[in-house]
């Protein structure tokens, strides 16, 4: 399998050099030269590890064995399990990780992947995994590489744009090669300025004369969301293997996003030959996805939200060139002036018949604050099922389409990482500072278990309080890694 540039589609890679650098040298994100077929019926019988053994080696050629096992051995039972709450309306739980959120589906594969392609290439340098976060994203990516051999991590998220809980958890985190940096800003910024990192040249000469080269656990890497799409196959095999639907039934997925890598990873399920109908894209009050969807254009020129639904704070959605890429008949150079649009003008606007391409697998959806603070009330009124401000996005979404068919909402975080926004929602707290008084206040209202980790970051000692402007992050990464 090889890998073309969105940007350039002369740019070609092997699977090993995609994952090992993570970004085109012309700034575009690698994508497969074809999608492979995957018969989801081959999944029967298998355990989770199994199924995603089976997505990784469809994408890539280096030797990947053993990797899924060795992933997901340290998460809490079934990695991915499928709760049932009504009739044709299903829970994917995907937070069942070290870290209790989505991310960690991927970002425990990417480091042993990232360590196979390396040595798949022969390449003997360090990696330096630059990592700009939201939240969840950057204490999965710790986790994952922390004291993995031969690479650094290095972490930036906006220093007042995640939760408590989210912060506390990347400034206490352990490990002798990873780091943690805030920058003033917002996701978009750290995002931004780690991706220029990537495109200076002069930051990758010195790296690189000190033996270092740049890598990313976004998921702008395609090791990264390769991973992700293995999820997709299991829910719907589990749902099979129930009798809940019948083989060939196709089923909706309801999706929180606000990169677009989780629900693009369902697109690429679906192009390898899982029964998709329906793609959903749920947003929170930034819906720059949802108005992207319904108008053709995407446009950053507008007011940012802080939500309760941090995560998905994002305005610019990187993983939509893949998509932008794929609809417009795999024109890589029209997918770069769109992004050079982006860049320049914050908009760009696709065809009338681009845009029906997309309606014909991805619907949208919004839900602001009050809404999604009404969902977790609804869901735990209606079912005793507790979920997390960002699954509640998706599920006010799912509930305003209703379910004519087999719907899977994928929910992406344990409501404990939420827990203020969680228990006002119930009308049981406001929206101060979390510590374990509410996570007890949360165990009362609901009995559902404290994940211990989570309730450890109050106690445990604080290694990153840092925090620079959002145009000191090259200089940063220059003067810690470069010399």
């Known amino acids: 399998m090889k890998y073309i540039s969105t940007r ?17 040298p012309d700034g575009g994100l690698y994508v497969p030269s074809e999608f492979p077929a995957l018969d989801y019926k081959s999944l029967f019988g298998l355990d989770y590890a199994a199924r995603c053994d089976k997505v990784l080696r469809a994408f890539f050629d280096f030797n990947v064995d053993g990797i899924a096992k060795e992933a997901y051995a340290a998460f809490d039972g079934d990695p991915a399990p499928v709760v049932k709450l009504d009739e044709k309306f299903f829970v994917l739980e995907l937070w069942h990780g070290r870290t209790h959120a989505f991310k960690d589906m991927a970002l425990s594969v990417l480091p042993h992947l990232l360590v196979a392609a390396k040595a798949a290439t022969g390449d003997q340098s360090h990696s330096l995994v630059l990592v700009a976060t939201s939240g969840d994203t950057g204490k999965a990516a710790l986790e994952g590489f922390k004291n993995i051999s031969g690479t650094e991590c290095c972490v930036f998220y906006p220093t007042d744009g995640v939760s408590r809980v989210q912060k506390l958890a990347m400034q206490t985190q352990d490990g002798d090669n990873v780091c943690v940096m805030g920058i003033d800003g917002n996701f978009d910024d750290a995002q931004t300025a780690v991706k220029k990192a990537f495109a200076d040249v002069e930051l990758n000469k010195k790296l690189n004369k000190n033996g270092v080269e740049l890598s990313s656990a976004n998921s702008i890497n395609i090791g990264r969301l390769v991973p992700q799409v293995a999820y997709y196959f299991s829910s719907y095999c589990d749902l099979v293997e129930a009798g809940e639907i019948k083989a060939g039934e196709k089923v909706d997925f309801v999706v929180p996003t606000g990169n677009f890598g989780n629900i693009l990873a369902g697109y690429y399920a679906k192009k390898m030959g899982l029964p998709v109908n329906c793609l959903v894209c749920a947003s929170n009050k930034n819906k720059v996805l949802t108005d992207f969807i319904e108008t053709g254009i995407y446009d950053v020129n507008r007011d940012f939200y802080k939500t309760t639904s941090p995560s998905m704070d994002i305005l610019v959605s990187s993983n939509l060139e893949r998509l932008l890429f794929e ?32 309606r014909e697998t991805f619907a949208c959806g919004y839900a602001d604050d009050d809404e999604v603070a009404d969902a977790i009330a609804d869901m ?17 979404v799912a509930a305003r389409r209703g379910y004519n068919r087999p719907t899977i909402v994928v929910s992406t975080a344990n409501p404990y990482k939420f827990a203020p926004a969680v228990l006002s929602a119930l009308g049981a707290g406001g929206h101060g500072e979390v510590d374990k008084k509410t996570f007890d206040k949360l165990y009362d209202e609901t009995a559902m278990e404290i994940p211990e980790s989570l309730a450890n970051v109050f106690d445990a000692p604080v290694r990153f309080d840092k925090t620079i402007d959002k145009s000191d992050v090259i200089a940063f990464i220059s003067e810690r890694f470069g010399e």
């Open 8 to 24: 350039n589609t002369a740019s070609v890679a092997s699977a090993a050099v995609s994952v090992a650098t993570g970004l085109a």
């Open 327 to 358: 609809i417009s008949g795999r024109d890589a150079l029209l997918t770069a002036n769109r992004m050079n649009e982006l860049k320049t003008k914050g908009r760009y606007e696709v065809t009338e018949s681009e845009i029906e391409s997309i």
């Open 380 to 396: 735990f009124d209606e079912y005793g099922y507790l979920i997390d401000t960002h699954t509640a996005a998706a599920y006010a």
